[in-house]
């Protein structure tokens, strides 16, 4: 099992500046990238960036990529979205997401951080 708990979200005016972070803890040995996905209200959830292996690896989702960028912290198993010039159609619960060695899908999710961008 690998335990997945995001942080840093919150209400921030447009144009503004985030950085979430997700920490997994468990049997995170089998875990082979991890991810960020949002869903606004109303909306279906979209990937937004994933990491893979050691960090040499990322992608960020087009929509996104020149404004947000995902990174992994040097020590444990924690990944990083740094999110700038916010605009409010940013605003959803964002969701840390891990994919274990072999896997296809994103087995393992965390509870979300929620992120409100005012205008």
């Known amino acids: 099992q690998v335990h997945l708990v995001e942080s840093g979200g919150g209400l921030v005016q447009a144009g503004d500046s985030l950085r979430l972070s997700c920490a997994a803890s468990g049997r995170t040995a089998n875990v082979y990238a991890l991810a960020w996905f949002r869903q606004a209200p109303g909306k279906e959830r979209e990937f937004v960036a994933n990491i893979r292996g050691s960090g040499i690896s990322a992608y960020v989702a087009d929509s996104v990529k020149d404004r947000f960028s995902v990174t992994r912290a040097k020590a444990g198993m924690t990944i990083n979205l740094h999110m700038n010039n916010l605009k409010p159609e940013d605003t959803a619960v964002y969701y840390c997401?891990?994919?274990?060695?072999?896997?296809?899908?994103?087995?393992?999710w965390g509870q979300g951080t929620q992120v409100t961008v005012s205008s």
């Open positions: 997401a891990a994919k274990g060695v072999g896997r296809t899908e994103w087995g393992f």
